[in-house]
């Protein structure tokens, strides 16, 4: 079997997750199969020859499945999605076949699969990064050359994003409201 | 007969069971130590800063979910977290700053190989040799910086979204 194949086969195995977590009523039963779509994310990017990646949205996803389940356990509350209206099943169907038929254009532009567009284009970046990646920064790692030399500001960037979604997180979450001559304290 | 068990759930009142408390002493420094390698080693391995902070971040959280938020916050109290997540923000700019001083262009690599030959010129003038202790000049340090801060945020999104759902039930 070649990868083409293994990678199909693992994404009609996520699309089926998300089929589940979307229409299961049980909150703890969607939280799971949310958990099932990450590892089939994870395996694929292992697969892909992607292992930061595969690491990253490993880590991630622990963590994520561990407030959502510390949020969603005891509370039994079943999801009530409510009637779907006309209006809204026609515009969904609509946007879905919209996007259908956009990528039947985009799709056949992108090459076959293991030829990305970008071996083809003279100089791109990306082939600078990888063949001369090593000398420039000394990093073996070609990802984290990437990440924290050549683009240095979209990391600086991400961490700013990082830093700005703490800060709102301590505001709204806060017990007690600030009083003017109280110390900054976090709590 | 019950009395050891007695002494162990009024030391800590909150939290989970015995087992989970035992199995947790054990593997939370393991993943400590497997979360500091993967940040150090982020720029030769797979990995790097932010998945090694996760995962330091995650030995945090196991302590918090085993044994309550009390002794949790001795080893990592909040506003230690909060200054800990500027701290590393802040290094981070001031490593990128470094560049614009030492050589010229902000955010460039000034303790690579190839860049750091005027620093290396500066350290023989001094008679010290050349500068090799990082291999990829400041990737290792940019990584360590956001590991720092990666692992106090995630500490500290998960402390205050536990706490909220602790006061929710108190509540009810």
């Known amino acids: 079997m070649n990868v083409e194949t293994i990678t199909i086969i693992f994404l009609a195995f996520i699309v089926i997750g998300c089929l589940i977590a979307i229409e299961t009523p ?14 089939g994310f994870t395996i694929l990017f292992l697969l892909l020859k992607a292992p930061d990646i595969a690491i990253t949205q490993m880590v991630v996803e622990v963590v994520c499945l561990i407030i959502l389940i510390r949020a969603t356990v005891n509370r039994d509350k079943s999801a009530d999605a409510g009637e779907r209206k006309f209006f ?18 985009v799709v056949p532009l992108f090459g076959d699969f293991g030829d990305p567009v970008f071996l083809r284009a003279a100089n791109a970046p990306s082939q600078t990064y990888i063949s001369k990646g090593l000398e420039d920064t ?50 | 007969m019950n009395e050891p068990e007695k002494i162990i759930v009024s030391e800590h009142p909150d ?18 130590i497997f979360g500091l390698y993967i940040v150090l080693y982020g720029h030769l391995t797979p990995g790097g800063g932010f ?17 309550g938020k009390k002794r949790a916050f001795r080893k990592l109290s909040l506003e230690k977290a909060g200054m800990l997540d500027s701290v ?8 990128a700053v470094a560049g614009a001083l030492f050589a010229g262009t902000f955010f460039v690599n000034w303790l690579s190989v190839p860049t750091s030959e005027s620093l290396n010129s500066l350290l023989r003038k001094m008679g010290v040799g050349d500068f090799r202790l990082l291999s990829a000049g400041t990737i290792p340090v940019n990584n360590i910086w956001i590991a ?25």
């Open chain 2, 88 to 95: 590393g923000a802040l290094g981070f700019l001031v490593v």
């Open chain 2, 51 to 67: 998945a090694g902070g996760v995962i330091v971040s995650c030995s945090f959280i196991l302590v918090l979910l085993a044994f």
């Open chain 1, 88 to 105: 809204g099943l026609m515009t969904t169907i609509t946007v879905i076949i919209i996007l259908f038929m956009f990528m039947m254009k």
């Open chain 2, 15 to 32: 939290g989970m069971s015995l087992v989970v408390k035992t199995v947790t002493r054990w593997v939370k420094s393991f993943i400590f």
């Open chain 1, 138 to 187: 000394g990093a073996a790692n070609a990802v984290a050359a990437v990440i924290l030399d050549y683009r240095g500001y979209d990391t600086l960037g991400e961490a700013t994003i990082l830093f700005t979604a703490v800060i709102g997180a301590i505001a709204l979450l806060r017990k007690k409201p600030r009083k003017k001559d109280a110390h900054h304290k976090i709590e």
């Open chain 2, 148 to 172: 720092i801060k990666v692992c106090a945020s995630i500490f500290l999104a998960f402390a205050l979204l536990a706490m909220l759902r602790i006061n929710e039930t108190q509540e009810e």
């Open chain 1, 26 to 39: 049980n909150l703890l039963s969607a939280v799971v199969c949310l958990g099932v779509v990450d590892i």
